[in-house]
Every structure is written in structure tokens, then in C-alpha cells.
């Protein structure tokens, strides 16, 4: 089998996982209690304009005609139109999808470095008062709620010393702070990882090996432990990027960033079906691309590992 | 390896300092081109039809202007599109004289036929309007002339002409709606004659504004007005704090305290329509008998939790219909006394002298700090014996709670607020207390609130037009309402902004607007 046919294969098992998202997210949010028409209207609108929209929608069919709809437009490619603002869905979540994965590269680039090189000190130092620095401010780092943790950096930053933007998506200065702020939890999560993985294969015998040829305690760290503790640093790396671009929502709500889990939040709470299916079914798609290059990624790192 | 912290902490202090000049602190400084207002929400719409929110309404009512001006100066009604108006002696034909010399944005004239499109546009099944039954009396609308309209009416509406000042109302270019088609109510370019022109809105992020150089009336100091999205109101307070913005409305309400001590800041404060009370179910147990409603309402101390919960941020409830709405009266001042010895009187004259268990549920973040009042309240009902087990619900589940039919709903007590774009009582007690309109599953009043004389005067109220029996009307209606005590009565809110010491005359409206078009800057 090639690597080619392994795609194909991991695609043809991506796509029923994908129908079955639609499926429980378009029963799961017709589930909640609400009645859309009545929270888009507001409270003031009389009941024949709240029946009129409820048609509008759609909403007062079956609701396997409704799902039967949504399939149907699906599968030419339309997501349907917002409830609310009746934009196009593709387009509300196209304009919002940019600064989210824009906010969550610069996360996951800041977590990868910043998590590794920490986890690597610790592990080289292990007992040290470096370690339990590292591993204390790590502990700190997955304990921390995002919001606080913003607002700090706000007054500190904006309020106080006046560097940087208070919030707002802009140019490059208006990254610093939200970056900080939601990769903590990843760089703590990432150098936790780094660390016990390293520790691991130090007690193996090939890294014994390589201390007893003579290679200098830098390569035998980066080049022969290093490469072998990556697997499961990877496997959290892709999981955190996943949650970086879905767990953002408290990130953009703190710093005022026009993304998609703050559109998600603001979709469910106005019952916009529509929107929170064409949401999720995002998030869905790139959870699997993700997944498919973490498995990719094992291969490389591991030339034991074999898709072809 | 080991300095490595330390390096990084250097290069984030110097990519830091690199962008430190952007945002210098508010103070002493020159008048921005750009005024930045934080606000909570995104806009739905930007078609003035389709607003649901106040918030919208007072961004797009930049750009829009409607007939009559019913805001500047509460309770009265002003020219604005309209220079003249006259009613009819039987109340159902109305004529206007347009201002004449008055182009929309678009550059095409605001005329008869853009009035005539614009109502019967709002009137049109096939447009979304959720405040379509404030214009339901209109039967046709006909031009005369390029300045003159005439409404007529199928029945007397005491109350259409301040609807006509409601954002709903707006006069629309027809050759901008048309033009805009599908996407008007996502980039109405041109459709407005206000002293701002709609420039652009990135949603999720801010919608701007830049100066109309043709307006036919006042022109505003600043050229450009931003408004931007911040959820968050810890954050839109510290943007404020930043310099990043010159207003932010509603800050968190715990802070509003500090803030107007604050040298660097302006609180801008004043009462609303917006009444806040307790929902009883008058169908429920104990409810039903109007001792224990009464009972509830001396229970409850609405200044202490004003003061304590509430930072002042609202005033005691004297009336169903506040004071400032036409036709409200105080029925009682100072409120329904807080008198415990007399609430646990009649709770035992109602046979419950060891109180009794109510389930009690409050929205998080609707009303200002209410699942937080709830809380206190319900300490201060367990002194009498009541045991309100207070919990909380996310607004459209609560919403569909306030929907259900007498017989199946879960509403035994619960926290409501309730306002009105136009300042009648009408808006405060007709769709609450008339039981043929407000008991869910079609109305939104859970209280089940029924008294057939109460029925007769709303009614009557609203089919009259001459202001002095409306008066006496409503006045007659208040009484028999707070008696019976089918709520218990709390408070009506405030509503607020914060803005920079510098920025001058901006007020704010009974109908929780803020008004700072014409605010000015003093370096």
C-alpha cells in the first residue's frame, strides 16, 4: 500500500465520522430548549411574527425534512443562510475563521518552542532548583483561567505601562497579548509532556550507548533521546492545536478578537442553527486534517512507523 | 542554556517596547479624528427594520433619521424629517409636511415616495419586522405633492406618532434598498439622511461611521465615529482605562462605584423605563391568595440591595408603569415598605405561618447583577419562612420557560425586566397585565395575571386618543395593579457609560441609549 492509498483509506474513514457530526449536532441543538424565532425577534414581537419567521426558517416542518434540507444543500457545498443575520453561513464563518487560526498558528508556534525548550531544561536538570522552577510556573500555566490571566496582561501592559493594545484584532502588536494568553496552558501542557517523555528515554540503553561512545551530552540529548521522546509530544501538540481552535472562545471574548468560538457561543445563544451547525462542522473537518497530519508526522519522526 | 528564561524575557520586553507607542495614554491630548466606543454586542442587522436590540438601534441611528424625534427631550415629540404634522379630530388621518431640501447619502432626494416605500415596506409581511404591531393601525399611506404624506388610519392609535420615532421607523432611500437587494441588511450603503454615513462594518470586530458633509442639520465634531464589539465588560472598562477608547458602555457594575471617584473618567448615568421585578404566578399555590403576594413584596428590601448589590445603579419601583412614561404615576412612594413583621402578619392570616418552599429563577447577565439580587432576596424571604431555591438558566431556555401554558409551566417566582421603545404605558402594562393578550403560551407575562377591570381600562387606554382620559385611564389601572400585587415590585434600572474625562456631553436616554453624536472634546 502507498502512502497515497493510506490517504484515500484515512478520507473514506473521515467521511461517516463527518455525516455522523452533522447528525448529532443538528439533533443535539434542536434538543436545547429555545424557540429560534422568538429569541431572534426579541421579547416586544408579537406571536404572528414570531409563526411568520418560524416558517421562514424553516422550522415548521418535520424535522426529518429539516435534516433532509440541510443534507441536500450540503452536499452542493452550502451551509444554508445565519438565522440571524441572514448572511450566508460559509461567509460568517470564512470572516471569522481567519483571525481564529491566525491567533492559534501564533499559539501553538509560541507553545511548541517555548513548551520544548522548557520541558528539555527541566529534563536535563532534573532535581534542580531550575526544574521545580519550571515545572512550578508549568503548574501555574495549566491552573491559570484564560480570562484572568488576560485581563492581568491588559492592565499590566495596556492600563499600566501603555506597549501594547487593550484588545481589538489589528496588527501585529494586537497578537502579543492574546498569544501569551492562550498558550499558557498550552506550554505548560506541552513541557509537562516534554519532560517525563525525556526522562523516559534516558534510562534506555541506546542513550546509555550514545553516552558511552562519547557524543557530546548536547547531541545525546537533542538527536538521540530527543527524537525518540517526541511521539506522545506530538500527539499533544496536535491535540492542542485542535483545542487552541475550538477552545478559544474565552480568549476572544476576554480580548475582543472577531473569531469563530466567540461567533459559536453567540450562535448557540441565539439559537442560530443554522451558524452552530456550520461551526462545528468546521471544527470537525480540521480536527481531522489535523489528526491525519499528527499521524503523518509519527512516521517521519519514527521511520519504524509505517503507512505505505 | 541556563540564561535561556531570562533571554526570552528580554526579547518579550523588546518586541513590546517596539509597539509602546502605539496606543499613548488618554489625558491631556488632542481631539481624535476617530472616536472609539466599546459596546457589548455585534449588530444582527444594520436594516432598521429588523432591530430587536437597543444597542443597534443607537448605532444605526447614525446614519438613520426618522419623521418625528421623540428622544432629545422625553415625552415630548419634535420635528425632525417632519417639520409639521397634523392629526385628524377622529384620530385616524394623519397628514406630514417633509423638510424639504433633504438628500440621503446616496445623493437621491428624501421625498414623499421614499416615506410612502419606507412604511409600507415596514408594513410588508415579507420584511422582518419584530415591532410590525406598533404600526399596525396604519391602513394605507398617500403621497401628495413630493412633501406631503398622509397616513389613514383603521383605528385611533394614541400611540403611533412616537412610534414613528422609533428606530424601526427610519426613512430608507428606496434606490439605496433596492440596490442593496439581499445584502441591505448586512451593508446598507447610502439608505440614510443622518449626520453620519454608514462606511464599513467587520463583523465580530466594528462598524465606523464617517461625518455626512452634506447634513441639512448640525454637523458633529468628530469625522469618524468607531464602534467596537467587546464582549467582554471587564475588557471594554480596560480599553477605556488604555486610551484605546473614548466611551465603553456598561462597564461591570462592581467597578462603577471606583469609577465615579475616578479623576481620568466621566460616569454618565440616568434612570430608564426599564422596570425589574418579580414574576408570582398568581395561578400557583400559595400565590393565588393575594395576602402572601403582598406579603412578598413588605418582605423585600429594595433599598438595602439597591445600595449593596445594585451600586445605585436603579431606583425603588413606586408604580407598574414608571413615573417618567406617559400616563405613570407614583402609586405609592418609596416603593412597597420593607416591613417583615407585617409580611409574616399575612402569611399566617393566609394560613401559612411556617412559610412554604418556591422554586425561583433568575437569567445571568441580563438585567444588571441579577442572578446576584436573586440570591440576596432570597436570604431576606427565608426571615419571613419562604424558601426560594434560586437558580439560573441560559436566556433562550429561559425564555422558552416564560412560553409555556399555565398548565405545564415551571414558573412559580421569577426575575423579569421589562421596557418599551416608546414612553407610554401602554408598552409597560398592556402586554403584562391584560389577560386576554400576556399569559403565555402567546404572551409574555407568567404571572397569569387576571383582573377583568384591569382588562377594560388597558383596553379602553389604547383605543382613545384624548391624552387626559388616557391619563386618568392608566391612573386607575396602576392602583388596582399594585394592589393586587401580581409581582413584587423591585426596581427600574439605570443604564450607563463610562467615558475619558475629555469627552463632553454625552448623555444618556430613558430607553438605555447613549446620545453622543453631538458629545464635543476638551483637551
Keep these: 500500500m502507498t502512502l497515497g492509498s493510506y490517504l484515500v483509506r484515512r478520507i473514506g474513514v473521515a467521511l461517516p465520522t463527518l455525516v455522523g457530526v452533522t447528525l448529532a449536532i443538528f439533533f443535539m441543538v434542536r434538543l436545547i430548549p429555545g424557540d429560534p424565532a422568538r429569541v431572534i425577534l426579541g421579547l416586544q414581537a408579537s406571536d404572528e411574527e414570531v409563526v411568520r419567521i418560524r416558517r421562514e426558517l424553516g422550522l415548521d416542518r418535520p424535522i426529518y425534512v429539516q435534516y433532509g434540507r440541510f443534507i441536500g444543500r450540503l452536499v452542493r457545498g452550502d451551509l444554508g443562510i445565519s438565522a440571524v443575520t441572514r448572511a450566508p453561513v460559509i461567509e460568517e464563518v470564512a470572516t471569522r475563521l481567519g483571525p481564529t487560526a491566525q491567533l492559534a498558528v501564533s499559539s501553538i508556534v509560541v507553545a511548541t518552542a517555548v513548551g520544548l525548550g522548557a520541558g528539555i531544561v527541566s ?25 484572568w490571566l488576560g485581563i492581568m496582561l491588559m492592565l499590566v501592559f495596556s492600563v499600566y505601562l501603555h506597549w501594547l493594545p487593550a484588545g481589538g484584532y489589528g496588527g501585529p502588536a494586537h497578537f502579543v497579548l492574546p498569544t501569551i494568553a492562550l498558550a499558557a496552558f498550552s506550554i505548560a501542557i506541552i513541557a509537562r509532556m516534554t519532560r517525563s517523555s525525556l526522562l523516559e528515554t534516558f534510562n534506555q540503553d541506546y542513550v546509555r550507548t550514545a553516552h558511552a561512545k562519547g557524543a557530546r551530552p548536547r547531541a545525546v540529548v537533542l538527536r538521540h533521546a530527543l527524537k525518540n521522546a517526541l511521539i506522545p509530544v506530538i500527539t499533544v501538540i496536535g491535540l492542542q492545536f485542535g483545542a487552541l481552535l475550538g477552545g478559544a472562545i474565552l480568549t476572544e471574548t476576554t480580548f475582543a478578537w472577531p473569531g469563530m468560538g466567540r461567533l459559536l457561543v453567540n450562535a448557540i445563544t441565539s439559537r442560530d442553527y443554522p451558524v452552530v451547525q456550520g461551526i462545528v462542522l468546521t471544527f470537525a473537518v480540521i480536527f481531522t486534517v489535523v489528526n491525519l497530519i499528527v499521524d503523518l508526522l509519527y512516521a517521519y519522526v519514527d521511520p519504524r512507523i509505517h503507512y505505505g | 542554556m541556563t540564561h535561556s528564561p531570562f533571554r526570552l524575557g528580554i526579547i518579550v520586553v523588546l518586541i513590546a517596547t517596539a509597539f509602546s ?57 419634535k420635528p425632525k424629517l417632519a417639520t409639521r404634522w397634523q392629526i385628524s379630530r377622529d384620530g385616524l388621518t394623519y397628514t406630514f409636511t417633509l423638510r424639504s431640501g433633504v438628500r440621503f447619502h446616496d445623493g437621491t432626494p428624501m421625498d414623499s415616495a421614499a416615506v410612502k416605500f419606507t412604511l409600507e415596506r415596514l408594513l410588508d409581511p415579507r420584511v422582518r419586522n419584530p415591532n410590525r404591531h406598533l404600526f399596525a393601525a396604519i391602513k394605507s399611506v398617500e403621497t401628495s405633492g413630493d412633501l406631503n404624506v398622509r397616513l389613514t388610519l383603521s383605528q385611533p392609535s394614541p400611540i403611533l406618532l412616537a412610534s414613528l420615532g422609533t428606530t424601526t421607523a427610519a426613512i430608507l432611500s428606496p434606490a439605496a434598498v433596492q440596490r442593496a437587494g439581499d445584502r441591505f441588511s448586512v451593508a446598507p450603503t447610502g439608505a440614510g439622511t443622518g449626520p453620519y454615513i454608514f462606511k464599513e462594518w467587520r463583523r465580530g470586530d466594528s462598524i465606523t461611521v464617517e461625518r455626512n458633509p452634506n447634513y441639512w ?57 426599564r422596570t425589574v421585578f418579580l414574576v408570582l404566578n398568581n395561578q400557583w399555590g400559595p400565590f393565588k391568595d393575594v395576602r402572601v403576594r403582598q406579603a412578598m413584596n413588605y418582605a423585600v428590601n429594595k433599598k438595602a440591595i439597591l445600595a449593596s448589590v445594585l451600586f445605585d445603579l436603579g431606583t425603588v419601583s413606586v408604580s407598574p408603569c414608571p413615573p417618567m412614561m406617559f400616563g405613570g404615576i407614583p402609586v405609592q412612594e418609596g416603593g412597597w415598605p420593607y416591613n417583615p413583621i407585617k409580611a409574616k402578619q399575612l402569611l399566617a392570616e393566609a394560613g401559612y405561618k411556617d412559610g412554604f418552599e418556591v422554586n425561583f429563577f433568575a437569567p445571568t447577565g441580563r438585567y444588571i447583577q441579577d442572578f446576584q439580587f436573586a440570591q440576596a432576596i432570597s436570604a431576606q424571604l427565608r426571615n419571613v419562612g419562604v424558601r426560594a431555591n434560586v437558580s439560573t438558566m441560559d436566556w433562550p431556555s429561559y425564555v422558552a420557560m416564560i412560553l409555556t401554558p399555565p398548565d405545564r409551566t415551571r414558573v412559580q417566582m421569577i426575575v423579569l425586566g421589562w421596557a418599551w421603545p416608546v414612553l407610554d404605558c401602554d408598552g409597560a402594562l398592556y402586554g403584562q397585565f391584560h389577560s386576554g393578550v400576556a399569559h403565555p403560551p402567546t404572551g409574555l407575562g407568567p404571572a397569569y395575571y387576571k383582573n377583568e377591570k384591569v382588562d377594560a381600562l388597558l383596553t379602553e387606554a389604547r383605543q382613545t386618543n384624548d391624552p387626559n382620559k388616557r391619563k386618568a385611564l392608566y391612573k386607575e389601572a396602576q392602583e388596582l395593579i399594585w394592589n393586587d400585587a401580581p409581582w413584587v415590585f423591585l426596581w427600574t434600572q439605570k443604564w450607563y457609560v463610562a467615558t475619558v474625562k475629555n469627552l463632553e456631553g454625552v448623555k444618556v436616554t430613558p430607553i438605555e441609549k447613549w446620545h453622543a453624536i453631538y458629545a464635543t472634546w476638551k483637551p
Aim: charged share 20%; proline share 9%.
Design chain 1, 123 to 147: 529534563a536535563t536538570r532534573q532535581y534542580t532548583a531550575i526544574d521545580y522552577l519550571v515545572m512550578t510556573v508549568a503548574l501555574c500555566g495549566v491552573s491559570i483561567p484564560v480570562f
Design chain 2, 21 to 77: 507607542w502605539q496606543s499613548p495614554p488618554a489625558g491631556a491630548q488632542a481631539a481624535p479624528r476617530q472616536l472609539r466606543i466599546a459596546v457589548g454586542i455585534d449588530a444582527d442587522t444594520l436594516d432598521p427594520v429588523g432591530g430587536t436590540t437597543t444597542t443597534v438601534n443607537n448605532m444605526v441611528d447614525y446614519f438613520y433619521e426618522t419623521l418625528v424625534d421623540v428622544e432629545t427631550t422625553p415625552g415630548e415629540i
Design chain 2, 217 to 273: 442639520g448640525q454637523k458633529p465634531s468628530f469625522e469618524e465615529v468607531q464602534f467596537r464589539v467587546v464582549p467582554d465588560a471587564g475588557t471594554r472598562l480596560t480599553q477605556l482605562l488604555a486610551g484605546d477608547v473614548h466611551m465603553a458602555m456598561l462597564p461591570p457594575a462592581p467597578d462603577v462605584k471606583g469609577l465615579r471617584r475616578n479623576p481620568r473618567v466621566t460616569v454618565v448615568e440616568a434612570p430608564t423605563d
